[in-house]
Structure formats: structure tokens, C-alpha cells
């Protein structure tokens, strides 16, 4: 449980710009301990962060695919402008 983990910043968390930690709960995946920076919003729940970066990264596969494999008609219109 996340409100039983250590929140103390460590001297290297510090020279990293680790300002401090709380223990938060995510309605989704439960609780976690988020990261406080200067001048930021506390960080989110890494499973959450990790899910979108996930889909981010499936979804650019995706377009890389087509983009590749699609017919060549993306060329033509484009010479078609061009004469």
C-alpha cells in the first residue's frame, strides 16, 4: 500500500530536482507514490503512464504501417498538383 512506502528524498532524488513525495491513490490502479519537481505537477500514476505510452506507441506503429504499405495513389495526387 502506497501510504505505507518511504516518502523521504534522498540526496541524489535532490541533485535530480526531486522536491518530495506523496502518497496518492489512483481510482483506477489503486495507490502509488507520486514525485514532486520545482515547477511541476506532481507526477501520475505510473501504471496509467504506462498504458498511454503504450497505446502512443501502437498507434504510431499503426500509421508508420500504413504509411508504408499503403498504394501509391499518395504519390500521384501529389505529382498531379504538381503539373
Given at each position: 500500500?502506497?501510504?505505507e512506502?518511504?516518502?523521504?528524498?534522498?540526496?541524489?532524488?535532490?541533485?535530480?530536482?526531486?522536491?518530495?513525495?506523496?502518497?496518492?491513490?489512483?481510482?483506477?490502479?489503486?495507490?502509488?507514490?507520486?514525485?514532486?519537481?520545482?515547477?511541476?505537477?506532481?507526477?501520475?500514476?505510473?501504471?496509467?503512464?504506462?498504458?498511454?505510452?503504450?497505446?502512443?506507441?501502437?498507434?504510431?506503429?499503426?500509421?508508420?504501417?500504413?504509411?508504408?504499405?499503403?498504394?501509391?495513389?499518395?504519390?500521384?495526387?501529389?505529382?498531379?498538383?504538381?503539373?
Open positions: 500500500m502506497a501510504s512506502a518511504d516518502t523521504t528524498v534522498g540526496d541524489l532524488e535532490r541533485r535530480m530536482g526531486v522536491t518530495g513525495k506523496s502518497a496518492e491513490t489512483c481510482p483506477e490502479h489503486g495507490g502509488y507514490i507520486a514525485i514532486h519537481r520545482d515547477g511541476r505537477q506532481p507526477s501520475g500514476c505510473p501504471v496509467c503512464a504506462r498504458v498511454e505510452r503504450e497505446r502512443e506507441e501502437e498507434e504510431q506503429k499503426r500509421a508508420e504501417f500504413l504509411w508504408r504499405h499503403l498504394p501509391l495513389r499518395r504519390y500521384r495526387s501529389v505529382s498531379l498538383i504538381a503539373r
